[in-house]
């Protein structure tokens, strides 16, 4: 059964410091990956989106990497900023955005 | 240029009535994806719609319903409504390529009582 497992569930931070989330899925085929970044009460943003072929992806203070071999994927996230609290959700695509198998997310909360 | 725009922003309802949330997609933007967002799950695809017809739908049940107008928006009806579809209902459109980013409208809160 195709899945994304994201972990942890949630995640209390001090403003400034760095995190990393975790993304497993068992999803065949396999397209794409992608991170979100969901404000509470709006749509997901798009983070990066990575193929097979790419293992690291920047956004500004946003790295995502990919391991396609282990099928895990992590987001880290440097220098935290109070407005990085939110929800980030990774998605795997075996093809097609009505395939699209989405994380159940990470909710991060920074603190100052 | 204005992004995917969703109404109304929140919408309560009873059991048993018929709800209709509506989506624009981005201009020139013909594909409209909708999703279901339940607290606590992972976003489930709910309905495609491509040039005015409907291409696929997810595993949800038939009172679950849509259509896309020739100007590309489009509605979602839900009827006879359950307390279980209480959700966050977002559109989508795909920037292009499958590899392309999907943007995201702000979303319908449904709340059921």
């Known amino acids: 059964k195709n899945q994304v497992e994201q972990s942890p569930q949630s995640l209390i931070i001090l403003e400034g410091k760095n995190c990393t989330l975790q993304c497993n899925y068992t999803v065949s085929p396999f397209s794409n990956l992608r991170w979100y970044k969901q404000d509470t009460g709006r749509g997901p943003v798009s983070l990066t989106i990575m193929t097979f072929s790419e293992n690291t992806k920047s956004n500004g203070r946003y790295t995502a990497t990919l391991d396609a071999d282990t099928k895990q994927s992590s987001l880290h996230i440097t220098a935290s900023q109070l407005s990085d609290s939110a929800s980030y959700i990774c998605?795997?695509?075996?093809?097609?955005?009505?395939?699209?198998?989405f994380g159940a997310g990470t909710r991060l909360a920074v603190h100052p | 240029e204005a992004g995917v725009t969703q109404s109304p922003t929140h919408l309560i309802k009873t059991r048993g009535q018929q709800a209709t949330l509506r989506c624009s997609p981005i201009?020139?933007?013909?594909?409209v994806y909708w999703y279901q967002q339940a607290l606590g799950l992972g976003l489930q695809f709910l309905l495609w719609?491509?040039?005015?017809?409907?291409?696929n739908r997810g595993n949800f049940p038939p009172r679950f319903s849509g259509r896309q107008f020739p100007n590309y928006s489009s509605e979602l009806n839900v009827n006879a409504l359950e307390l279980e579809d209480s959700a966050l209902y977002l559109c989508?459109?795909?920037?292009?390529?499958?590899?392309?980013?999907?943007?995201f409208g702000s979303g319908t809160q449904l709340s059921v009582l």
């Open positions: 989508a459109n795909p920037g292009g390529t499958a590899n392309e980013k999907l943007f």
């Open positions: 998605v795997v695509s075996p093809g097609g955005y009505n395939k699209l198998i």
């Open positions: 201009s020139g933007h013909t594909s």
């Open positions: 719609y491509d040039e005015g017809e409907e291409r």
